[in-house]
T-cell receptor, first 110, second 115 residues
């Protein structure tokens, strides 16, 4: 069963604003990953943060990880209409299998 | 570079008919392979994963089966489809365990509708 939860389920913002999505998980992890899914397509890997890291940046993306709270957040700065998609977090333990959250649907209005 | 191919992109099947979805990976050896199902507006549920030829682990009891006849080929099958088998099926690969923290790479998925 899915053990990740994401908040909010849906987010609508104007172009240029920042978007923040949160994720919680239940068991210990080796890493936590964020993926993006455009409508009707496969998932694309965005960023991976290891359990011993607290923050990671990639372009306009910033991910934080708090293992004491079993939570992570994804920040997209200066959003663009092309950022419109669903975003999923996925926790990974020793087996390498991923447990996905339910996702956040982001709409960026031009 | 590595690529993953999944087909068909869309499939409409009657209840009780058989199913075969194929996934192949190029440009890598001994990948871990995964089949997921995604219900509309939901996250991904892991159905099967494989760490090598003929090695299949099932995550949830269901009407589906998986096989890995070759190193880079992963097949999802059913003998008799149920209405509840409708969904978006995604195949993914990752480097073998021991390669360190690695992401999974996904195909474009198959939209399966059961009538």
């Amino acid at each position: 069963s899915q053990q990740g939860e994401e908040d909010p389920q849906a987010l609508s913002i104007q172009e240029g604003e920042n978007a923040t999505m949160n994720c919680s998980y239940k068991t210990s992890i080796n890493n936590l990953q964020w993926y993006r899914q455009n409508s009707g397509r496969g998932l694309v890997h965005l960023i991976l943060i290891r359990s011993n890291e607290r923050e990671k940046h990639s372009g306009r993306l910033r991910v934080t990880l708090d293992t004491s709270k079993k939570s992570s957040s994804l920040l997209i700065t200066a959003s663009r209409a092309a950022d419109t998609a669903s975003y999923f977090c996925a926790s990974s333990g020793n087996t390498g299998k991923l447990i996905f959250g339910q996702g956040t649907t982001l709409q960026v209005k031009p | 570079s590595q690529t993953i191919h999944q087909w068909p992109a869309t499939l409409v099947q009657p209840v009780g008919s058989p199913l075969s979805l194929e996934c192949t990976v190029e440009g890598t050896s001994n990948p871990n392979l995964y089949w997921y199902r995604q219900a509309a507006g939901r996250g991904l549920q892991l159905l099967f994963y494989s760490v090598g030829i003929g090695q299949i682990s099932s995550e949830v009891p269901q009407n589906l089966s998986a096989s890995r006849p070759q190193d880079r080929q992963f097949i999802l099958s059913s003998k008799k489809l149920l209405l509840s088998d409708s969904g978006f099926y995604l195949c993914a690969w990752s480097p073998p365990l021991g390669s360190g923290n690695q992401p999974q790479h996904f195909g474009d998925g198959t939209r399966l509708s059961i009538l």
